[in-house]
């Protein structure tokens, strides 16, 4: 029956004992605001397109015509199967161009496309090494079409993507480009059903962006933009290397909307090891803290919208939260085991560890049961995102779901990275 | 922005206040719950010791027989004292209503005592106990209390009486007096004798002879096969 050792609190412990309570209260109020906020917008406040799109009956002759632009750099695994996807769509042949753009490649990429020289879709380009903005660029330059678009050579698309993207902007007459619903198929290594997972929660996060008109990233795979955003803003930019975030970002900031479209499927394979994937993130990270830094007019700025009174700013404290959460629960788990297992250094036998059962020893905590919610918000976007997809083959609830216990400490790593990367302003690099 | 946008954050600020607030209230309910439970159940054992009391007083020799078979309440009294600690742990040894429901188990504790010294006076009948002596900064009474716990195990009729040496109760310093007891923590009292410091579980079973008959024929048994 006795107690744990207690310590001898001075004044200055409790002081700082009572702001860390306190803080945990904030965050954890913060953190439950933004999910509130995101469900109910979700639920039914804003309006998607969704009903519009899928009521929407148009003839050939009323589609737009379609440009991909598919940018390589040492793609000759993937850029078969890329453009394969694309002669693939449903979508009227005279309508849809691929151009293939190789950036200088080192590998037999230039060689294995030369398949594709005679085919009426199909025009090749070659060009010196410059980033994958230049490759853009140069494709942007040599187009036509109304709805210009981008597909990176790793991922793929459903045969309907294009259709879908298309009806959404014949449905949204705002929207000046369209993002598809994107998801890792086939994860292999552990890492890539960590990023499966993820990808199903921005899903959620995506549609819910969409509704809110809050879309700041135009992922590679297959964002569809009108050729006019590029006539009015201008090319591609280096952006840190997130073009494709800093286009999005550069759109907004012009009152440009881009909207969601659920129905359009692309495919993306994931970083395969935890190496290139720290890799990727702290380049999205870079590019997402530099670009913010550009375009600080934005946050918590009412002209722009949900986006910058609301989502810019929750994401940019999301990151610093994530710096600072992270060790906090490392620590705090640290010192709930070594209390957990400190009876066995005292002598106890290893039998009194066995929890009771008894339902008088369950949490009535309200720290406890607050940071559970949280947990389940957390399970709840993975779980809506997953059920918003469509295609997917497999059950709502899966054990792969579990996966996603970790992903918190890989991002933290990553956010570590990226900031001791712009302290030493390193330079960040594709690969 | 139109209007109704801004109304969005103050109708979701209001939402997760009402969350906020419900988790709190939910909690603060069911924490005074487990309070009351224990309270409840200390109160049962009180009411029992009483009436095992009020019998005995009663009742001379022909009192004895009462007191054969149980010892029903004394693993009541073990179980209410592991709440007691949990409630400690959650609730913090300064909360109130814990100090309260401290004070009246070392209390039920000394009852019972008072009541096995009687027993065995007025009928005879021996009932293994002792007191444990502790407090809560004495790292040392943590390896004693789990010591004891391992003998409990083979001999749950083992009685142990555990008491704060801090704990502000009249009763307690009755106690510390009574046994000329010197700080020196953990304190065990058996058979009205002190022994400070940490006892190894030889050196317990040791002080209860009616155990050696019984671990000596375990023995036995156990070379004969």
Redesign the interface.
């Known amino acids: 029956m006795c107690k744990t050792p207690g310590k001898s609190r001075g004044f200055v412990i409790f002081l700082v004992d009572m702001v860390v309570q306190i803080l945990k209260y904030v965050v954890i109020f913060f953190g439950l605001y933004i999910q509130v906020f995101f469900l109910l917008n979700f639920l039914g406040w804003g309006d998607d397109n969704e009903e519009a799109v899928e009521n929407m009956d148009v003839t050939p002759d009323e589609l737009p015509s379609v440009s991909v632009i598919v940018p390589c750099y040492n793609e000759e695994e993937g850029v078969c199967r890329t453009v394969e996807s694309l002669l693939s769509a449903n979508y009227p042949k005279n309508k849809l161009q691929i151009l293939v753009v190789d950036d200088g490649s080192k590998d037999r990429t230039w060689d294995i496309v030369q398949q594709y020289v005679d085919h009426p879709q199909v025009k090749l380009f070659t060009k010196e090494n410059g980033g994958k903005y230049t490759a853009l660029n140069y494709g942007l330059e040599r187009t036509t079409a109304d709805i210009v678009g981008c597909l990176d050579a790793d991922s793929t698309i459903h045969p309907e993507s294009i259709m879908q993207s298309a009806k959404t902007f014949l449905a949204d007459k705002e929207a000046m480009a369209v993002v598809p619903a994107m998801t890792v198929e086939n994860p292999k290594s552990f890492v890539q059903v960590v990023q499966k997972i993820e990808f199903e929660s921005f899903l959620y996060m995506k549609k819910v962006f969409g509704i809110l008109r809050s879309l700041f990233v135009a992922p590679g795979p297959l964002t569809l933009f009108r050729k006019e955003v590029f006539e009015r803003l201008g090319p591609y930019r280096h952006g840190y290397l997130g073009e494709d975030l800093e286009i999005a970002v550069r759109m907004q900031f012009n009152h440009m909307k881009l909207a969601y479209a659920d129905y359009s499927h692309v495919y993306t394979k994931g970083m395969p090891t935890l190496k290139t994937l720290l890799k990727q993130r702290v380049r999205w990270t870079y590019s997402f803290v530099n670009n913010m830094y550009d375009y600080r007019a934005m946050l918590l700025n009412p002209r722009y919208g949900h986006l910058g009174l609301f989502v810019l700013p929750v994401t940019t404290i999301g990151l610093v939260l994530g710096l600072l959460a992270v060790p906090l629960i490392v620590y705090g788990l640290v010192i709930s085991f070594s209390n957990y297992i400190q009876p066995l250094f005292l002598g106890a036998n290893p039998g009194t560890l066995v929890p009771h059962l008894d339902p008088f020893y369950f949490t009535t905590g309200a720290l406890p049961i607050l940071g559970i919610i949280t947990l389940i918000f957390a399970f709840g976007a993975i779980l809506i995102g997953r059920a918003l997809n469509h295609e997917r083959k497999q059950k709502l609830l899966s054990l792969d779901i579990l996966s996603f216990l970790v992903y918190p400490f890989i991002s933290a790593w990553w956010t570590y990275k990226t900031v001791w990367k712009i302290i030493r302003s390193q330079q960040v690099t594709w690969r | 922005?139109k209007k109704t946008?801004y109304l969005?954050?103050i109708?979701?600020?209001l939402?997760?206040?009402g969350?906020?607030f419900t988790?709190?209230y939910?909690?603060?309910v069911?924490?005074d719950q487990?309070t009351r439970?224990v309270k409840f159940e200390q109160d049962t054992i009180a009411l029992n010791l009483l009436s095992s009391e009020v019998q005995f007083s009663l009742l001379n020799k022909a009192g004895c027989s009462v007191f054969q078979t149980e010892s029903a309440f004394e693993s009541d009294l073990q179980t209410v004292?592991?709440?007691?600690?949990?409630l400690?742990?959650?609730l913090g040894?300064d909360n109130e209503d814990v100090l309260n429901l401290r004070k009246y188990y070392s209390l039920l504790e000394m009852k019972d005592y008072l009541l096995v010294v009687e027993q065995k006076e007025r009928c005879g009948i021996e009932t293994p106990h002792l007191m444990f002596f502790?407090s809560?900064?004495?790292?040392d009474?943590?390896?004693?209390?789990?010591?004891l716990?391992?003998i409990r195990n083979d001999h749950p009729e083992l009685r142990v009486y555990?008491f704060d040496y801090n704990l502000d109760l009249p009763a307690i310093q009755t106690l510390k007096t009574a046994y000329k007891l010197d700080g020196t923590l953990p304190a065990l009292v058996v058979n009205d004798k002190v022994y400070n410091g940490v006892q190894s579980r030889e050196s317990i079973e040791k002080l209860f002879p009616a155990w050696k008959a019984t671990s000596k024929k375990v023995e036995k048994v156990e070379t004969q096969n």
């Open positions: 922005m946008e969005k954050y109708v979701t600020f939402i997760t206040a969350l906020f988790i709190f939910v909690s603060k069911t924490t487990k439970t004292g592991d709440r007691l600690t949990y400690e742990k959650t040894s502790y809560s900064e004495c790292v009474c943590q390896k004693q209390s789990y010591t716990s391992e555990a």
